[in-house]
């Protein structure tokens, strides 16, 4: 089986609120990793380590954690369940060889994992799911098999059956062995006979099980035709090598908080669980090459530096080693933010690597000064759907801020840094409001460089409704050589998307050669800022007459003059405001597309269409065109109104004129923000 058949990697994954901390909590509890459990909400966990994450009661990023049980080590990475935090998990799973999806017994907030799901199954990740809180379902466990269906892409296979549900939850049924047990607190399941009201359903059950594991197997649909019992071996056998091709979704059940069917849930994953071999051969990697390793989250600890977790693909990486002509400074198995020395470890492991200051999140590394060639799956990139402009509190920390900056995006590759050099801000991009409101907590809290935040400027522009003609002269005498420039200018509107157009029209040499371009130039400089206060756009000026001297005249003088006559003239010509239009693509569950809908008018769009998601079962994808002085917000009441599931993509689109009614606040509010 090869020399890393003893290791198991295991991502958790799922919904905010699921309890895949408490999940993995308890496993190391009742493996012994941990002598005494903690809790989420006493911020005694060994995941949710972060100030940021103990303070919400929530994860907030990517946790570690390794036990031992059955004889196997496994590694185990808990992932954030807030879509704000999701690209965390994207980027674990894809060095994970099994992905355990994480719900509560609420069929309607089992549509996001959708995201997830979508991942899991374009990349082939093979997963299944434990349904937790058992004890708090109020629907029928036949009922919470369905939802999990009709979000699955792949037949759905319980490997338990509920006995009893909510307060009277009692136990499960093994439908493998359809011997039934009554949960106990504290300890291991107790055998009991199967109850008599629960063995039509039961058997219902496990043949739908069998039928499905049939479709795999012939000789196990011969037995079936047949009316033979398959032997339990072959059964385990069947789920194993189903689970480890994707081709099945086994469910669990259990209730994490009080130790309830999580023995057996790790019992099932030391039997069926897929080994770091099977994923490797998956992706065409085979023992011979060079060491190779893929960074799968960077931290950056005061007292250790720079932490790369890493996925050994190939080979042995030791302390000390090159790899992508960096120096591995230590290799280490994380439990939380604690560091353990492993010296080395061997393909299959996850672990820390230090001093790899270059490495980047996704990234693959190999043995020597040569980066790897080999192609893996890699997260796609996050889309930034909320912005904050931040300042740093003490003007005096803008280059320390810089810095933290850089390690933040290290950290957390779904951030996106933007200097908004026309608007005069730096702009902080994430998933949401509570992705940014973390961002500035580590700031604050890692880096000592508290930040002030606002909304974003919006660029709006100018444009005229009408032409008109203008003359302007500059004229200065000081002494010596002075200044003359005279020009008469018509200034016309052009058509949207136009930009700006200059035309000479000058006979005679009443303007001279030489100094046509300096009229031009200072058209250009001075509809920088129109009399609404913003840039002019889709503008034509003509220079058709002038005067000069021929002493005094210069190529600065018929910039002033330009600017002179413009300043005059454009007010005569109806300016009017501008604001960018952008095309949004949002995606929500099919039961939420009428809020959605309705949301878009809210913020003035106009719909162009929706239609079902391609690919993503029970999903619409709406396309809009909103104005992006409306988007700031957007994806905070998009997720309010689709129980935190909703999404979108963005590009720049048109501009387009600003209703009259709202116009003139903008434009008030934005001199007394300059005036500030």
């Not at 997963?127 to 759905?156: C, G, I, T, W």
């Not at 049924?173 to 039961?202: C, F, H, M, N």
């Not at 439990?335 to 996704?362: D, K, S, Y």
């Not at 912005?387 to 810095?403: G, P």
Request: aromatic letters at 6%; proline letters at 6%.
């Amino acid at each position: 089986m090869g020399e890393n058949a003893n290791t198991r990697n295991v991502a958790l994954v799922g919904p905010n609120g699921a309890g895949k901390t408490t999940l993995l909590e308890s496993m190391l509890f009742v493996s012994g990793a941990v002598g005494r459990k903690g809790r989420v909400a006493d911020g005694t966990t060994v995941g949710d380590a972060s100030a940021e994450a103990r303070d919400r009661r929530m994860s907030t990023e990517l946790s570690v954690a390794s036990f031992q049980a059955h004889g196997l080590d496994f590694t185990v990475l808990d992932c954030p369940g807030s879509v704000e935090f999701v690209q965390d998990g994207y980027h674990a799973v894809l060095g994970c060889d099994l992905a355990v999806v994480v719900v509560e017994p609420v069929p309607e907030r089992m549509i996001a994992t959708a995201p997830m799901l979508q991942l899991l199954d374009r990349h082939g990740i093979p997963h299944l799911v434990f349904v937790n809180k058992m004890d708090r379902s109020e629907v029928r466990y036949r009922d919470l098999l369905q939802a999990l269906r009709q979000l699955s892409s792949r037949p759905v296979v319980p490997h338990q059956y509920a006995i009893g549900r909510g307060e009277d939850l009692l136990g499960y049924i093994d439908l493998v062995t359809e011997q039934a047990y009554a949960y106990r607190k504290g300890g291991p399941s107790d055998r009991i006979p199967l109850p008599e009201e629960y063995r039509e359903r039961e058997q219902a059950a496990r043949r739908e099980m069998l039928e499905t594991l049939a479709d795999f197997d012939d000789d196990l649909l011969e037995k079936l035709l047949e009316d033979q019992q398959p032997p339990e071996e072959q059964i385990l056998r069947d789920l194993r090598k189903t689970l480890g091709a994707d081709q099945v979704v086994p469910v669990f059940m259990g209730v994490a908080e009080q130790d309830l069917g999580v023995r057996r849930f790790v019992e099932a994953l030391a039997k069926e669980a897929p080994d770091p071999n099977e994923r490797a051969q998956q992706l065409g990697l085979d023992g011979a090459g060079p060491p190779l390793i893929q960074v799968l989250k960077n931290y950056h600890l005061g007292h250790a530096g720079k932490l790369s977790l890493a996925r050994v693909w190939r080979g042995t990486v030791k302390d000390g080693m090159t790899l992508g002509d960096m120096r591995v400074g230590g290799v280490y198995r994380m439990m939380g933010l604690q560091q353990q020395p492993a010296g080395e470890a061997g393909p299959g492991r996850i672990v820390a690597l230090a001093r790899l200051e270059a490495a980047r999140t996704g990234q693959l590394l190999s043995a020597g000064s040569d980066s790897a060639e080999s192609e893996l799956p890699h997260a796609p990139p996050a889309k930034p759907m909320f912005a904050y402009a931040l300042t740093a509190q003490n003007r005096n920390d803008e280059v320390k801020l810089s810095a933290a900056f850089a390690k933040l995006i290290d950290e957390d590759p779904a951030l996106r840094l933007e200097h908004d050099q026309e608007m005069h801000q730096t702009l902080l991009w994430g998933q949401g409001e509570m992705h940014l409101k973390v961002a500035m907590d580590r700031l604050k809290n890692k880096y000592n460089v508290p930040c002030e935040a606002h909304a974003p400027r919006t660029p709006y522009r100018e444009t005229i409704r009408k032409g008109t003609e203008a003359h302007g002269r500059h004229k200065k005498q000081s002494g010596g050589h002075g200044q003359f420039g005279d020009v008469k200018i018509e200034i016309r509107p052009l058509e949207r998307g136009q930009g700006f157009q200059f035309d000479n029209r000058v006979v005679g040499g009443a303007v001279p050669r030489q100094f046509i371009p300096a009229v031009e130039e200072g058209a250009k400089e001075h509809l920088h800022k129109g009399p609404l206060g913003f840039r002019v756009v889709d503008v034509g000026v003509a220079l058709y007459d002038g005067q000069f001297h021929t002493v005094d005249s210069n190529e600065m003088s018929f910039k002033m003059a330009t600017a002179a006559a413009l300043k005059e003239g454009l007010p005569k010509c109806q300016p009017v405001l501008l604001e960018p239009v952008l095309t949004v693509t949002i995606s929500v569950p099919g039961d939420y597309t009428s809020r959605a809908l309705q949301l878009i008018t809210q913020k003035r769009g106009q719909i162009l269409g929706y239609e079902a998601k391609d690919g993503w079962k029970g999903w619409d994808e709406i396309r809009a065109h909103i104005p992006q002085g409306e988007m700031h917000d957007l994806i905070v009441q998009l997720r309010s109104l689709s129980q935190g599931t909703g999404f979108f993509d963005w590009a720049y689109d048109h501009l387009q004129e600003v209703p009259d009614r709202l116009a003139q606040a903008i434009v008030d509010k934005h001199r007394t923000d300059v005036a500030a």
